[in-house]
Structures are given as C-alpha cells and as structure tokens.
C-alpha cells in the first residue's frame, strides 16, 4: 500500500466517497472563501494595540510594545502572521483528531468586541483581554474533555437544530451581498438595492455572482474558487489597463513586505497574565462574555455546516461533536498566547462542503494553504473582499434547504425555527438567532401546555441565555470598567 493509499485511508475516503481531487478543491475553495480574515483581523485589533479608535490613528503614528515602538502598519503585519499561525494550529487539530472538513480562524465579532468593547470602552488593556481569551480557552478543553460541551449542545431544540443551517443561509447571503455592495444602506428602510450603474464593486461583484451561480448550475467542479479568481482578475486587469484608479475595485495598498517577527505581542500577553489581579470582577465578566458568544457561536456553525454535508443523526446532533469543538478550544488558548482574539470554527467552511469536501484532508488543505500563504501575505491582500463574499451568497442559497426539514404547522417548532432564522440575519450573530430559538421553544410549549415535553436542562440553558444578555448589555453599556 503506498503512501497516497495510506493517507486516504486515515481520511476515510472510501465511506465518505470521495477523492484527492475533490477534497483538494475543497480545501482551496474554503480558504479562498475565509482568507479575508488575514487582512481583517489585524486591521480590527490593531486600534486595541493602540488604545484608541481607528479613526485617530494616523499611518505613521506608534505605540510601545515591550519598550521598543512599532507603527501601524508593523503591527497589523504581526496581527497578520498570528491570524495565519492561530488558524493553522486550530485546523492541524480539526485535520488530524477530528477528521472534519472545517475550516477555524479568529472569528470575526468576537475580534470586534475584544477591541471596541472589551479594550475602549471597558478601558481594559490589550494584554489583560489576550489573558482573558486564554483562560475562555483553557475553559473550553477542559469542558469539552470531560463532555459537557456535547451534552449542552445536544439540549437544543429540535427546531433550533433543523433551522440553523436555514439562518446561518441567509445570514450569509446579507453579508455577502453588503459586502458585495449590492444591498447598501438606506435611511428609511435600512437597506436597499445597490446601483450597478454607478458602483464598480457592485457591477463586478454582479458580474462574478452571475458567472458563479452559472457555473455551479452547469456542475462545474470548483464554480466558486473560479468565481472569485475570475472577478479578482478581471479587476486588477481593468485596474492595471489604466481604465479605473487602483483602490476603486481592487484594494488600495500596494505590495509590503511582512513583519514576522511577533514575540511582542506573546510578551504582552504573559504581561497581562500578571495584570488580571488589579480587577478580578471585570476580568471575570469579560471571560464569561468571551466564552458565551464563543460557545454559542461555534456550536451553531458546526450544526448548520454539518447539516449540508450530511454528517447530522435524526435527532439533529453531530456525532463526536466534542472532536471538532477541541480544535477551536486548542486554537483559541494558543491563538491567544500568541496575541489574537478567539479562534472559532469559520461558516466559510460551507463553501468547501458545497464542492465536496467531506473529510479532514480538506481542512487539512486549507491549513496548507494557511501555511503558503505566510511567505505571500501581501499578495493574498490582492484578492478584493468583495470577490471572496461571492462564496457566501452562493452557499447561502444553498443552506436555505435546511428549511425543508422543519415542521411547520407545529407552532412551537414553527416559532423557534422563525426567530432562529431572522435573528440571526438582522443582528448579524449565529449566537443571538440560537438564544432566540431556545428561550422562545419551552415558552411555546409550556403556552400549548406541552411543557412536559420541554426538559429541565432546555429551561436552564434558555435562562442562561436571559443572564447572559443582562451582563453583556450591562458590559456594553460600559457599566464596568477596568
């Protein structure tokens, strides 16, 4: 038996019929989809560094970090390189031990709450929130080793279960299509539809999605990595032929180089280790926020990717479950040492699963690609955001089939379902459409005068839900500081 032979049996390919090629395509679909979050992630957390709000920091402005001064863009190339290395220890797990075919990264939300809320408006210092991501992490290994993660996860409703593919579908397609700039904001009804006649990005992004959706109507293998490498091509090519200004339809910046060195940002945090007794309460509130958004998120990501690829029982639940929420715990405790926020399972990983990926080989590709693209950081920055959210509205549209398994003529059911899928959309947060879900379904029940049917463990995970919204309004309020 050769090597090739080996590698696909310890992937299982042949239960999961599947092949080289397609999980290969799968992989570099997935990262495509998800390699946002290198230029992202660095450009949210960079201002927490700082210590102050984008807007008030100028280009050549620095700060201290361990008593040397590092610029902006200094940092954001640290930030880049620790947003690569997080994910790639993440997804070597989620490979190897789970054999999943998911992608992880720092998640997008809970970057934005560690720097504007948990650092500016709380006050409290960049290094103390990097403790508190690694204690939310060392947290969730030990939850998850003992199983207590997967017994929470299994108390969902059923109609929550079936409905978070459904909302996680269109939550993809309203980012997607934002970022897409073909729904764009108005003042009397919030949104409307873009102009393509007067926007670049939405023309391009109009004439990629038509391409894409074409291609992966026809059955073309690989339809979305060909979609968003073509409409990131035929833009630099307009850009380059001098027909519009670079920064109009492809990104502004030019080629840098990459500051790789990021033992600062691991000082810092072994700082704020030190720093946490000076406030244990606020410190405390800030885990427990972390680690709410955090669980409640991945477990929702992980049901409704799941769901497409078929890897969900009758009762709704993915099996060893546990496996696939230790990546994200690994990743999140090491992503953290290193100086990035929480590392969560990416709903990008849909993409993937939509060309076939069925196996962690396919995360493992998307970790090889993670890796590649540390010597290419720069040129990974080439590819318009708005090309790589062509993934999104297309899986979106996919994952709407999870609406098909919902009983809706059960009232119960049919409530939990609905606001699952809405809310998670218009709040743009898989956790608040998952809190919905289950604080309204034993409710519902106990108003049908089922409430027999509704378990001890639903009812206390649904008030958990209520606390949790009462600390973190309060948090965001700024009623603590540090």
Known sequence: MGALDTIADYFDFDEHQTDYRTEAIAGVTTFLAMAYIIV?????????????????????????????????????????????????????????????????????????????TVVLILGVPWQVALAAVFVEGLLFIALTAVGARKYIIELFPEPVKFAVGAGIGVFLLFLGLQEMQLVVGYESTLVTL????????????????VLTLLLYARGVRGSIVIGILGTAAAAWLVTLAGLVDQGTITPEQGIEGAQYDFTPLFWGFVDGLGMIGEDPVVFLLVVFTFFFVDFFDTAGTLIGVSQIAGFLDDEGDLPEIEKPLMA??????????????????????????EEGGRTGFTALVVGACFLVSLAFVPLITAIPTYASYLALVVVGIIMLQGVADIDWQDPAWAIAAGLTITIMPLTTSIANGLAAGIISYPLVKGAMGEHRDVSLGQWVLALSFIVYFVIYFAVEAGEFTF
């Open 40 to 116: 992202v992630n660095p450009a949210i957390i960079a201002p927490a560094i700082f210590g102050r709000p984008p807007a008030e920091i100028e280009p050549g402005d620095q700060t201290e970090i361990g008593g040397s001064l590092y610029t902006i863009g200094e940092i954001e190339q640290m930030l880049a390189v620790v947003t690569i290395l997080a994910s790639i220890i993440a997804i070597v797990v989620m490979a190897f031990y789970a054999k999943r075919p998911f992608g992880l990264a720092p998640g997008m939300g809970l970057n934005a709450f560690f720097t504007f």
């Open 194 to 209: 873009g102009n393509v006649l007067e926007s670049p990005i939405a023309a391009f992004s109009l004439a990629g999605l």
């Open 328 to 353: 994200d715990a690994v990743g999140t405790t090491a992503g953290a040492m290193i100086g990035t926020s929480t590392v969560t399972t990416f709903i990008e990983s849909s993409t993937g699963i």
